[in-house]
């Protein structure tokens, strides 16, 4: 019998019986102009089947030339990554059927990558340390992508029908993936979230990739087995593929470790399969059978040569790396005196890019982090989705700081007008003409607005008059209230002032 979809075993108890193995796969698409193999364009979001050549798309004759670009940023990768890099490696074609594969293979490098034996350590929420040790960094190219219909939240998985995209065919692609993760125990979900999020922020800060996971241009596949406790042998490993988002590769791992567990327990067999994460209940689903290396039946592609990368290019490309996350984190971190674990917690949230962004974009440090960590964090948290995902961008909140600062909108109506970008509303400008929200500035109004508070509130008079300043907040709070909150609280509080003398 199958196990069901919540015959799940108690974490706790997954931890008493079994050491958990685990291994990360990490695809990132690389930001060039062109694909890896040809001159179409390799930008995000065009029209279906609009960047397409008769390369990505396989056509007979059609020939394949590396992209330069494309074989140095490799390079940079692997550079950032601690790894060794080949002086000599090759492209192989990885035989398999696809929909979504026009050629019916994919190049790929398999036993010669361009970058091996690496390691990237990273930072757990307590401060821990944990060093995740890579095996290689290949290139390869993209697939193209697959929009099931009638499925749930587009998956396979109950669908009817599928339409086949090939924009992304042929798209730069790396995958660098892990050694076998041993003795993380009840922290191998915790691991795995920190390793992709210290790697995003990685090939982001050395500027190959967005690595926007909403939109694909890095995923995540995650290999779990577990072994009885003092088991040497690895168990039989499952990879959860094309996980989109931090929350999620955390997920995937601790429903596997659970799931297999119960599973085991049941007497049932691992089954070395693919499987597919679900998003709506954090579960996975079976796939299909997992090929080895042997049923791909690589072999080097007899239409490319191989890659070389003398030393000293090598040396020049290393020369380009700028000054990497962790030591920028340490130097901003005493720039904006905030603590170790604060950074953190910025980096965990997927805050950190987001604020220096919105800095370029002519805020301070403090403005900026004031905004995503509490009221925009807030709303993320809300929709259930990342920060970096909020329908914001961090020019649109450097423009409502400002306009806060120019007296332009009180923080009540510049929170107004953040939310209505986040509706969908328009831009910040429109949001703010559509919905009325800029400060009024009529004297006459405003006073009319005073006059009547402090004729509502004689006692609060008296109080002021006998010595009392403090008490003038009531009567602010009367005006922006009669002005719907859109009074200049400088024109407010001096008028106030004023009037009581």
């Known amino acids: 019998m199958t196990a069901a979809i919540h015959d799940l075993m108690d974490f706790d108890e ?44 396989g056509l007979p004759g059609a020939l394949p ?101 090939c924009n992304r065919a042929g798209v730069p692609l790396i995958e660098i993936v892990t050694k076998p993760i041993l003795g993380a125990g009840a922290r191998a979900p915790e691991i795995a979230r920190a390793y992709v999020t210290a790697l995003r922020e990685l090939v982001k800060a050395i500027g190959v990739s967005d690595a926007r996971m909403d939109q694909g241009s890095m995923r995540v596949d ?56 679900q998003e709506l209940d954090g579960s996975t689903r079976k796939g299909r059978p997992k090929e080895s290396a042997e049923d791909y039946r690589y072999f080097n592609d007899p239409d490319l040569p191989p890659v070389l990368a003398p030393r000293e290019w090598v040396e020049e490309i290393r020369a380009t790396l ?20 604060e950074m953190r917690d910025l980096v965990n949230a997927g805050a950190l890019e987001l604020i220096l962004a919105t800095v370029d974009a002519g805020t301070t440090a403090d403005e900026a982090r004031a905004w995503w960590v509490n009221y925009l964090s807030a709303a993320a948290r809300e929709q ?21 600062k120019e007296g332009k909108l009180t923080t009540k109506l510049a929170r107004q007008a953040v939310d209505g970008v986040l509706a969908g509303e328009g831009t910040v400008s429109e949001v703010i003409a559509a919905r009325g929200l800029e400060v009024v500035r009529d004297d006459g109004a405003i006073e009319a607005a005073v006059d009547e508070a402090l004729a509502a509130n004689p006692d609060i008079v008296e109080k002021y008059r006998a010595g009392n300043t403090k008490v003038t907040g009531a ?27």
């Open 14 to 57: 997954v931890l008493e019986k079994f050491d958990p193995v685990m291994g990360l796969e990490v695809h990132v698409e690389l930001a060039t102009e062109t694909k890896m193999f040809s001159t179409s364009s390799a930008h995000f979001g065009a029209e279906p089947n609009s960047n397409v050549d008769p390369v990505s798309l």
């Open 65 to 165: 030339v590396v992209n330069a670009k494309g074989v140095e940023w490799a390079i940079k990768i692997g550079l950032a990554l601690n790894c060794q890099i080949a002086e000599s490696s090759r492209f192989a074609r990885k035989n398999y059927f696809y929909p979504d594969q026009p050629k019916g293979y994919q190049i790929s490098q398999y036993d010669e990558p361009i970058a091996y034996d690496g390691w990237l350590d990273v930072v757990l929420d307590d401060g821990t340390e944990w060093r995740v040790e890579i095996e290689r960094a290949h290139m390869e190219e993209d697939t193209g992508k697959l929009t099931h219909l009638g499925g749930v939240a587009g998956r396979i998985h109950g669908a009817t029908a599928s339409l086949v995209d």
């Open 222 to 277: 995650s290999n779990v087995s577990l072994r009885p406790i003092g088991q040497e042998e690895f168990g039989v490993r499952t990879e959860t593929k094309n996980i989109n988002s931090l929350k999620s590769v955390e997920q995937a791992v601790r429903y596997e470790m659970m799931r297999q567990a119960a599973a085991i327990e049941n007497g049932e067999e691992i089954v070395q399969e693919t499987r597919h994460y």
């Open 322 to 341: 700028p000054e990497l996350p962790w030591v920028r984190r340490a130097r901003l971190q005493e720039e904006w005196g905030i603590s170790e674990a």
């Open 384 to 404: 259930d989705i990342e920060l970096e995902a909020l329908a914001i961008t961090p020019e649109q909140v450097a423009e409502v700081v400002g306009l806060v």
């Open 475 to 501: 009567i602010v709070g009367a005006v922006m209230k009669a002005t719907r909150g859109k009074a200049d609280p400088a024109l407010v509080n001096k008028l106030i002032a004023e009037k009581l003398k």
